[in-house]
Nanobody, 117 residues
Framework: QLRLVESGGGLVQPGGSLRLSCKASGSAFEGYSIGWFRQAPGKEREGVACINSRGQRTNYTTSVKGRFTISEDNAKTTVYLQMNRLKPEDTAVYYC??????????WGQGTQVTVSS
């Protein structure tokens, strides 16, 4: 069974950067598509970025394009979300999600990102 652990969240000023990590244990990400989601207080969870199972294609929600970058390590055990030029509206709990063949679906526990001066 795949287990996901997010880290890297914290408090940052507007315009700053953070790098989130999603580390897999119990298995590697081989064959999984990985996504980063976020949920702000009082709002629904939304997709932020995703990378396909071969690590060849990425996709981003419009509000983060040009500021966030999703990537994975060669061992396919960690997926990163580099977040630059952060804005207060990026404040949320960020979750990592791994999906395999639309059958296996795993979530991490989330990491808090707060953008505030």
């Amino acid at each position: 069974q795949l287990r996901l652990v997010e880290s890297g969240g914290g408090l940052v000023q507007p315009g700053g950067s953070l790098r989130l990590s999603c580390k897999a244990s119990g298995s590697a990400f081989e064959g999984y598509s990985i996504g980063w989601f976020r949920q702000a207080p009082g709002k629904e969870r939304e997709g932020v970025a995703c990378i396909n199972s071969r690590g060849q294609r990425t996709n981003y929600t419009t509000s983060v394009k040009g500021r966030f970058t999703i990537s994975e390590d060669n061992a396919k055990t960690t997926v990163y979300l580099q977040m630059n030029r952060l804005k207060p509206e990026d404040t949320a709990v960020y979750y990592c999600n791994a999906v395999l063949a639309s059958v296996y679906d795993y979530w991490g526990q989330g990491t808090q990102v707060t953008v505030s001066s």
